[in-house]
């Protein structure tokens, strides 16, 4: 491994969700009665964050092969969904000006998912805000607040029901449009991560995206999995509580996950689609959950949550209860006062102070 990747995770290592999964990891091992029972995992550089993915009860070659499998598969995904990699098929769209690129399956599903998710929030979350992202350059070196001006034209070209697609070709019927997919595909990637890990024989695992987690099955002995909620700007070292999970998938996006500021003011990366600029909510953390094959869902729905602010994002959860009940999706919200809520079949174990 290179310097250049080494040092890139161990900043990301700080970023949401990855110390969430070390405490995990601290959690599942402790009091296991033998050394099978510890896991085989991985850190690798991918999405824009650090992907750790740990696989139980499995001998050393067998497990790394089952790790190679899931990294080839979270490498695959991110070629055909990033915008930010040539020849993506998100990059081919956004570069066409206009024109219908044909592109793979996987990238419909996505597709139609984010229009989905779209529709359900009423607009909250839109995927063609990419124009909008780049501007902001929350992953670059020296992000500024952009130009008022730049913003407004910006926002213009921003409504995901300008993605017109006719069979497997897809177009922006704006030439202006720009898609970005950061919000919902890595849990779209854990999901089909979680699929190749099972699928190449691991009935025990650990996948997490950057704070799209995935528990595959359960620990050796049977007990669920317990994944740790962390507290917002506590720089990544206080869990607010956790959250068991057997065949589960846990989805947690925070406005502090990135973020720089600029004259004293603070500006994070979840953007309002409205306004072109970050959202103004009294929200600081969701965690959705759902059942296992849902992550993507999840991350549509806690992007959506986290623009919505408190008491619409709630409601938003009540609603989509009631539309997708075989999903037993569930949710958590910590509010800027530190405050924590969730839904009845959430059942969050709070860290005593």
Sequence with gaps: MNNKIQNHIRKLLKSAGVTALLVLLIITQTGCGSKTAEPAGRTEYHLNTACQISVYGMSGSQAEDVLDTAFKTVKDYE?????????????????????????????????????????????????????????????????????????????????????????????????????????????????????????????????NLGGNVVAVGNKPDGSPFVVGIERPYSDRTEMVGSVEATNRTLVTSGIYERNFTENGKLYHHVLNPETGYP???????????????????????????????????????????????????????????????????????????
């Design 79 to 207: 070629n055909l969904l990033s915008k930010t990699v040539k020849g993506s098929d998100v990059y081919r769209i956004n570069h066409a000006k206009g024109k219908y690129v044909t592109v793979s399956d996987d990238t419909l599903k996505v597709l139609k998912l984010a229009t989905t998710i779209g529709d359900l929030s009423d607009g909250a979350f839109d995927c063609t805000v990419g124009k909008v992202v780049d501007m902001w350059n929350f992953t670059g070196e020296d992000p500024k607040v952009p130009d008022k001006g730049d913003i407004a034209e910006a926002v213009e070209s921003i409504d995901y029901k300008k993605i017109k697609i006719s069979g497997n070709k897809v177009k922006l019927t704006d030439a202006d449009a720009a898609l970005d997919l950061g919000g919902i595909a890595k849990g779209y990637i854990a999901d089909r991560t979680a699929e190749a890990v099972e699928k190449a024989g691991a009935e025990s695992a650990i996948v």
């Design 279 to 353: 959202a103004e909510t009294d929200l600081e953390a969701v965690t959705i959950a759902a059942d296992i094959g849902y992550s993507g869902f999840c991350d549509g729905l806690s992007t959506s949550c986290l623009i919505m602010g408190e008491d619409r994002a709630k409601a938003f959860i009540a609603e989509i209860q009631k539309k997708f009940p075989d999903r037993h999706i569930e949710a958590s919200f910590i509010n800027s006062k530190d405050k924590i809520s969730e839904t009845d079949g959430m059942k969050v174990i709070l860290t005593e102070d």
